[in-house]
């Protein structure tokens, strides 16, 4: 069973904070997403990776950096945190070797509220 | 103009009644269109997969790809409260570098008991 996890499910920040968004994956998978999801916006990539040490941006990249430094983590990180990005935040992960192709297997979300 | 366009709902019908949801996309390189089902609060999954045009059957489910019209479907047979959810489409092109897919904005089903 294709397991994508997320290091919390909810979790509160001041404006200005340094946030970290963790994600974990256990198939093996060569790609990896994190994307934001709000009402009647439905979801929107952030950033995306299709190898270790490497990072295309999506759609909307500003505000976020993105690191993976091993096949299965990939971290979002949010430099200086805004109100305007209070939002759900999705990973996601997806490969050859599992799954149909470019079938994207998502986590839990993590909930982030910026005060 | 989003790439893919999807009715948010939502839509509210009584248990064991025919749904349909539907998405219009304007990229004609898509290729392989899904359907993901979001509990809420919980991250999508895969429901239905197809690729390029035709007719796939699931148990309740049919999703249909109409590529001459840039129009994709997902039926509900049946339909039960445990189908109340939202349902997003999702696309990609076959030569997309990016792997990534594209998403409509979702449609929220509720079925009534």
């Known amino acids: 069973d294709v397991k994508v996890t997320q290091s919390s499910r909810y979790l509160v920040k001041r404006t200005g904070e340094k946030v970290f968004l963790e994600c974990v994956q256990d198939?093996?998978?060569?790609?990896m997403f994190w994307y934001r999801q709000d009402p009647g916006l439905g979801l929107r990539l952030i950033y995306f990776s299709y190898d270790v040490k490497m990072k295309e941006k999506g759609d909307i990249p500003e505000g976020y950096s993105v690191s993976r430094e091993k096949k299965e983590r990939f971290s979002l990180i949010l430099e200086s945190a805004s109100t305007n990005q209070t939002s759900m935040y999705l990973c996601?992960?997806?490969?050859?070797?599992?799954?149909?192709?470019?079938?994207?297997?998502f986590g839990p979300g993590t909930r982030l509220t910026v005060t | 103009q989003k790439e893919v366009e999807q009715d948010p709902g939502p839509l509210s019908v009584p248990e064991g009644a025919i749904v349909s949801l539907n998405c219009t996309y304007s990229?004609?390189?898509?290729?392989?269109f899904m359907w993901y089902r979001q509990y809420s609060r919980k991250g999508p999954e895969l429901l239905m997969y197809t690729y390029s045009s035709g007719n796939k059957e699931d148990g309740r489910f049919t999703a249909q790809v109409d590529k001459s019209s840039k129009y994709i479907s997902l039926f509900i047979r049946d339909s039960q409260p445990s189908d109340s959810a939202t349902y997003l489409c999702a696309m990609s092109a076959q030569d997309t570098g990016r792997r990534a897919l594209t998403f409509g904005s979702g449609t929220r089903l509720q079925v009534q008991p």
């Open positions: 996601a992960s997806s490969g050859l070797g599992q799954g149909l192709p470019y079938e994207q297997y």
């Open positions: 990229n004609s390189a898509f290729q392989y």
């Open positions: 198939m093996d998978h060569e790609n």
